[in-house]
């Protein structure tokens, strides 16, 4: 798993052209927002730390910690 990689929505980086003044290209990448999160999972009275894009944090604020977590166990990632 590459470091800037969303744990939830599985965001990675685009790859693309630089396009200059002169039209000249060259090869570059976009990131996508990724913040390393901690969750208390309260069923294991532990933590959980996530890699997730913006968009993966709302997610969990809107499905919930134990929701995203039982999925992600469902599709093979130790968490």
């Known amino acids: ?41 309260p069923s294991e009275n532990r933590t959980v730390v996530l890699n997730l894009s913006t968009k993966g944090i709302k997610t969990v604020d809107k499905r919930g910690i134990e929701s995203v977590v039982a999925d992600l166990r469902r599709q093979g990632v130790k968490v």
Request: glycine share 8%.
């Open 1 to 41: 798993m590459s470091s800037r990689h969303c744990q939830v929505t599985g965001r990675k980086p685009g790859f693309g052209k630089q396009v200059s003044h002169s039209h000249r290209r060259t090869s570059r990448r976009w990131l996508p927002n990724t913040q390393r999160r901690r969750y208390w999972l």
